[in-house]
């Protein structure tokens, strides 16, 4: 196989990513399989960069909520094809974040967003759901050994929530052990100041840049 | 008070009409100030509130008496639509207000289209109808705000947001099927409402901002379903005030075509600006939720006052209030626009 054709699936992948056309990735990631392209390399620079290339768009605000939502199925309907055929060396642990929305809020937009891209990103990312009280949040993030808690909330009523799970953070000693982010709608720099988070972004392409910078561009444990 | 009563000034300002001062209110919903102080003290409680007419009515009007926002705002929860359209609804707590458990339907092909007048003799309309035809007769001088939750946020209510945000772009046909079902009985919501007396209504549709849809679909279906239930409102003849969560940035150049008598917006809005952008805007708003849950008094009274002296029409927190609020905080808000 010439690496000119490989490219060629890679840039179809990306493409129909970027097109919201579920269909057509998985069409492509079926013939992928057949010709024997590596697969690992086929989710990064297929599948994940186009998913970047939406990210991109959505940033530059010519992609909104729902066309993000769709390039996501279209990578997930990619990965769910690829994923068998990852060689286990391919296979390193990458840092894993614990991602939900606070309990009282039941707004789980933001945060689906920003876990779409975080898997985009490479991160392994372990969804709670919305409206999680946040002793559950913290209890999950001890028992995956999470290397960061990610919180959002798009109501006020529910950002004492966020400072709560640092604060049974600190009591029960695990505060260094994991990384804090918080972002949505209310939320700004100083309130993540304020209650002792790591980092605050204000929306989901900001979170996967604030991650590679406190992790110092690393996906890896 | 110089003669015009808080019924006439908050009717006045919608009007544009001139008036002595700009009105201070809390339009209920999913902007309610029931905090728990008040509850506390009053024995006044939700969640039991929510569902027992008399008790919101009690609770609507120890709210007014006791912050001094100039106007009575019911309900307050934004799932009374939701719950009527059969999603199944969490009633919450004494500090955490209701929301949806699970939607009624996966997607927008899902849905049952059942009899709206049916529906709007059932559930927690009744509740709130009845609410507002109590304190209609017992504040005449205050408008009865009656707020309701907007077409898009109820579809997004009833129907898996996710799905429901993809097949806007989908499946557009069902889409807008479902958003003229629900506001046909958002309308009919609207008309009971009248009827028991509110002098108003307010919408807030927090899942259809610009930065969630982009202009394209905020065009297309949020200014479109909340000008056809604006305009049915208008000819019930009561007015309407439109809040918009969130930035409004990227549909700015858009907020003009919508037929609201005010906008209210969120804290990061510069009202002043959009006030000088477009002077025909009515402007509500915006003072920060987060400053009167965190804030001094003090500080909370500048920042009112620089609403008012920016000339804002009509004078409101910009966002669902924290139940943990204060007293203080609320009334350091309302005295200063009523300049005590």
Not at chain 2, 100 to 116: H, L, M, T, Y
Not at chain 2, 157 to 176: C, D, G, Q, V, W
Not at chain 2, 180 to 195: D, K, M, N, P, Q
Not at chain 2, 215 to 227: G, H, S, T
Request: charged content about 20%; some cysteine; proline content about 4%.
């Amino acid at each position: 196989m010439s690496d000119n054709k490989e490219q060629t699936f890679f840039t179809a992948l990306s493409d129909a990513v970027l097109d919201m056309d579920e269909v057509k990735v998985e069409e492509i990631a079926h013939r992928v399989i057949k010709e024997k392209i590596d697969a690992y390399r086929a989710i990064e620079n297929g599948l994940v960069d186009g998913m970047n290339r939406a990210g991109q768009l959505f940033e530059d605000e010519e992609y909104f909520i729902p066309e993000i939502l769709l390039c996501s199925d279209a990578m997930y309907a990619g990965l769910n094809i690829l994923n068998p055929y990852i060689n286990r060396e391919q296979q390193r642990t990458r840092k894993k974040v614990v991602i939900g929305v606070v309990e009282g809020d039941t707004h789980d937009i933001g945060k689906n967003l920003v876990k779409t891209l975080l898997d985009a990103a490479g991160f392994e990312v372990v969804d709670l759901g919305r409206d999680v009280p946040p002793a559950q949040i913290v209890n999950a993030a001890i028992a995956e050994h999470a290397d960061v808690i990610a919180l959002s909330t798009l109501m006020t009523t529910t950002m004492d929530g966020m400072a709560s799970v640092i604060k049974i953070l600190q009591e029960s000693g695990h505060r260094d052990a994991v990384k804090v982010i918080v972002g949505g709608g209310p939320i700004s720099q100083s309130f993540a100041d304020r209650i002792g988070a790591d980092g605050y972004a204000p929306s989901a392409p900001a979170a996967v840049k604030l991650l590679h910078k406190l992790f110092k561009d690393s996906i890896y444990a | 008070m110089n003669g015009i009563t808080p019924k006439n000034r908050l009717l006045d300002v919608l009007n544009k009409k001139a008036t002595d001062r700009a009105p201070v209110i809390c339009m209920g919903g999913m902007m309610n100030a029931s905090i728990v102080e008040i509850m506390n003290s009053t024995g006044f409680t939700l969640p039991a509130a929510h569902d027992n007419p008399d008790l919101m009515a009690s609770l609507a009007g120890a709210i007014q008496e006791q912050t001094g926002f100039e106007n009575l705002g019911v309900p307050f929860c934004m799932t009374v639509e939701a719950e009527l359209l059969g999603s199944r609804i969490d009633k919450g707590t004494l500090a955490c207000e209701p929301k949806i458990k699970q939607e009624a339907f996966g997607s927008v092909g899902d849905v049952i289209f059942r009899d709206i007048d049916e529906m709007l003799e059932s559930g927690r309309i009744q509740t709130v109808t009845s609410a507002t035809a109590t304190l209609s007769q017992t504040h005449k001088q205050l408008p009865v705000v009656v707020s309701m939750t907007g077409p898009i946020s109820t579809a997004a209510s009833i129907i898996n947001p996710m799905a429901f945000y993809k097949e806007l772009r989908k499946n557009p046909a069902n889409a807008h099927r479902v958003l003229e079902y629900v506001t046909e009985l958002l309308i009919g919501f609207a008309a009971r409402s009248v009827r028991a007396g509110a002098s108003v209504i307010a919408i807030g549709d927090p899942s259809a901002t610009g930065e969630i849809l982009g202009p394209v679909m905020f065009q297309e279906y949020a200014v479109r379903y909340l000008n056809i239930l604006t305009e049915a409102v208008h000819g019930f003849g009561v007015p309407v005030i439109l809040h918009i969560c969130g930035d409004i940035n990227k549909v700015r150049s858009l907020i003009p075509g919508l037929k609201a008598n005010a906008i209210s917006t969120d804290a990061m809005v510069n009202l002043q600006k959009l006030k000088e952008d477009f002077p025909e805007i009515t402007t509500m708003g915006n003072l920060s939720t987060y400053s009167l849950e965190w804030g001094s008094p003090d500080k909370i009274s500048v920042q009112t006052q620089k609403l008012v002296d920016d000339g804002i029409d009509i004078i409101s927190p910009a966002c669902g209030l924290s139940t943990s609020t204060t007293l203080a905080n609320i009334r350091a808000m309302t005295r200063t626009v009523q300049g005590e």
